[in-house]
């Protein structure tokens, strides 16, 4: 079974490159997908629509922009994968796992035990619950690998 797979998260370590090459060394049928993990870039995106003089509206269209993307991606795969890494609040990737649980998409959590409490709504939505990149490679490689 192919599967398209969304990473959600994160940006500031290899954890999607983790998955990717685990995956890819498993020899899984996987595509996967992410937003602009540039943070310059996707704090750029609507820098085309002109220049701004407040940091709000500078903000507000580059996420617009990059909910174009987002949306489309999350909405065409099969399953997400939504980390939360210990150093930032990924505020947006609270937000995907909510867009995933309100239309149905099964995601899988990624975050250490430090994150349970804080988690436990977004956890209680999701499918599985993983700490490390290679329980999630586990994971797909049973869902596109066993009869």
């Excluded at 609040?89 to 867009?99: E, H, L, R, V, Y």
């Amino acid at each position: 079974m192919k599967l398209k797979v969304y990473l959600s998260g994160e940006i500031h370590s290899d954890w999607r490159a983790q998955i990717i090459e685990g995956c890819q060394k498993e020899g899984l049928d996987i595509s996967f997908s992410s937003a602009v993990t540039n943070h310059d870039a996707s704090d750029a995106a609507g820098d085309g629509l002109g220049e701004e003089q407040n940091a709000f509206w500078r903000d507000h269209k580059s996420a617009k922009v990059n909910a174009i993307r987002i949306k489309h991606l999350i909405e065409n795969c099969d399953l997400a994968v939504i980390r939360f890494g210990e150093k930032y609040k990924q505020w947006n990737a609270a937000f995907d796992a909510g867009f995933c649980a309100a239309l149905g998409k099964p995601y899988i959590t990624l975050h250490d035990e430090s994150l349970v409490h804080a988690l436990k709504e977004v956890d209680g939505a999701a499918q599985a619950w993983a700490q490390t990149p290679a329980q999630v490679v586990d994971i797909l490689k049973y869902l596109t690998t066993q009869a």
